[in-house]
Every structure is written in C-alpha cells, then in structure tokens.
C-alpha cells in the first residue's frame, strides 16, 4: 500500500465548475499537508500549506484535512481554463515528505 | 529574481557516462533538494541540504551524488548513468521550515535526462 494515494485523472470540468481534488494517507505520524500545482513542463508551485484538521483559504483555493480519515482535499472555486495543471498532494512529518503522483486537471472553456 | 534555475534543460547520455545537474538560487535559502519525477509515482527526494557544506541522503540516494559548496548552489552528479536513471530531475529550495522537516516552496523547471 502506497503511503498516499492519489487518483491520477484526468478530471475534466466545465469553467465556472466546483473542483474537488483529494489524497488519502495511511500512517497518522504525518502532520503537515501541502498542495502543489504543476503545469506542463514546469516545476511545481506551492500552493496551500497546513497543519491542523480543518480548512484553510486562499483566495478561491481552499485546503482541508480530516487527520482521523486520513482525507485530504483541495477545493477550487470559480474554475478557470488556467486552473488546468497536475495537482499535488504532498505529507510530511518530522523526517520525511512523500507526493502524491499528482491528479491531471482540466478545466473546458 | 530567477528563483531557482537549473542547467541543463535536456540531456542525452549513454550508459555510463557521467554527467553533472546544476542547481541556483538567489533567495538565500538553507535548505536544497533534488527530485526525480517518473509517471505514475510521484516526486522522490533523492538528497537534500539544510546548509552550505551539509547533504544527506533522500529516499533514493543509490547512483547519484551531491554537493554543496556554496550556500547557492547544489549539484547533483551520476557517476555511471544507467537507463533506470531516465526521469525528469527537479531541485527546489527553501527556508528553514516551520515544523515540516521538507517543505520544498520553490522549484526549478526541471532537467529532463534520458540514458540511452
């Protein structure tokens, strides 16, 4: 079993559209959630960062944990056709980080 | 300001050659990593440095070397390329993270290398 699972896509929607990305983990000794877009040929880019159960928000991209499903999700409101990337989860606790291999987005105009 | 630069963008090599990635940035960062990126399994850290002069091995140290002479750069060397070697190799820097020991913040656009 991997450590994180993440659907690999594609997930396509039309613009406007509600996005739910999501990453499950296995062993509750990881504490910190991280969220990263890749676009084609290019690095990722961190996104969201968190730590606690709960939401975060950034503008119309928010983060939320359930440490006791082991559920992570990114939430993207307002889709946009430049929303269209590869979406990373990543966890990390004290002494290591694993990624997510990342969920494909595509956002239709 | 570059961020994080590498060099170079693409390379061809033959089995066992060797060859060296460049890594920079300007952002006078502690902490540098090394990536590799293959289809269906994720980033994995290869080797990292929390500061000039300091490396430690990733989750997949085997076939590579690393090295950290200035605060800014970081090289990632292969020895004795091999095919399974062929991936997409991405560094990424950032500060002394807050809690998470790896919290990569910013990443170059990556070496795309393929061992023939």
């Known amino acids: 079993q991997k450590e994180v699972e993440q659907d690999p896509g594609p997930l396509s929607v039309p613009e406007g559209a509600i996005v739910s990305l999501n990453c499950t983990y296995s062993?509750?000794?990881?504490?910190?959630f991280m969220w990263y877009r890749q676009y084609s040929r290019k690095g990722p880019e961190l996104l969201m960062y968190?730590?606690?159960?709960g939401n975060k928000e950034d503008g119309r991209f928010t983060a939320q944990v359930d440490k006791s499903s082991k559920y992570i999700s990114l939430f993207i409101r307002d889709s946009q056709p430049s929303d269209s990337a590869t979406y990373l989860c990543?966890?990390?606790?004290?002494?290591?980080?694993?990624f997510g291999s990342g969920t494909r987005l595509s956002i239709r105009p | 300001n570059a961020g994080v630069t590498q060099t170079p963008k693409f390379r061809v090599l033959k089995t066992g050659q060797s060859m060296t990635l460049l890594c920079a940035q300007d952002?006078?960062?502690?902490?540098m990593y090394w990536y590799r990126q293959d289809p269906g399994m994720g980033l994995r850290l290869i080797h990292y440095?929390?500061?000039?002069?300091?490396?430690a091995k990733g989750e997949v140290p085997d076939g590579y070397n690393v090295s950290r002479l200035k605060k800014q750069n970081f090289l990632l060397g292969l020895e004795s390329a091999a095919p399974s070697q062929t991936s997409v190799y991405f560094c990424?820097?950032?500060?002394?993270?807050?809690?998470?020991?790896?919290?990569?913040?910013?990443f170059g656009d990556g070496t795309r290398l393929s061992i023939l």
């Open positions: 990543a966890i990390s606790s004290a002494s290591k980080i694993i």
């Open positions: 062993n509750s000794a990881f504490q910190y």
């Open positions: 968190t730590y606690s159960s």
């Open positions: 952002m006078n960062h502690e902490y």
């Open positions: 440095s929390v500061g000039e002069g300091t490396t």
């Open positions: 990424a820097s950032s500060p002394e993270p807050q809690g998470a020991a790896y919290q990569p913040q910013h």
